[in-house]
């Protein structure tokens, strides 16, 4: 019997972190880590996030596998070979490690998504400059221990 309880988090009340793209005025997002290892789980790690229309999250790779649910909204996914793929409410799609990616939102309402990480820290790489913290690399708040 598992002696560890269920986290349940309202992410509708979890407050969003702005992150902008330091040289690319159309990498805005809002996000907000549900959980991560140590805050919910062991061994997996979930971000709830918003791109205002024409805005996108800004290309990177993530060091582990990510699984993305469009909650609301249109997007399109952008794949470093040079793939597009129009997302919407009840997309789900993988990204296998190390698939460099990008998300626009091409629609006219706020993209709302919800993304699984199959580890419980990890970083994300990104091509531009983040804002916060001024880095190009971003990730689980226990990232560094």
Do not use: C
């Amino acid at each position: 019997m598992n002696s560890l309880p269920a986290t349940i988090v309202q992410s509708n009340e979890l407050p969003r972190i702005p992150v902008r793209g330091e040289d690319a005025a159309n990498v805005r997002w809002n996000g907000a880590f549900a959980v991560y290892g140590g805050h919910g789980t062991t061994a997996s790690s979930t971000i709830v996030y918003e791109i205002e229309p024409g805005d996108r999250l800004g290309w990177h790779t993530d060091a582990t596998e990510e699984t993305q649910y469009i909650i609301a909204g249109k997007g399109e996914l952008q794949l470093e070979d040079g793939s597009k793929h129009i997302v919407g409410p009840g997309s789900v799609f993988v990204l296998p490690t190390p698939l460099r990616h990008d998300l626009v939102n091409v629609g006219t309402e706020t993209l709302r998504a919800v993304a699984f990480f199959a580890a419980a820290m990890f970083t994300q790489t990104f091509d531009n400059v983040m804002l916060p913290p001024k880095t190009h690399v971003l990730g689980t708040p226990n990232r560094n221990g």
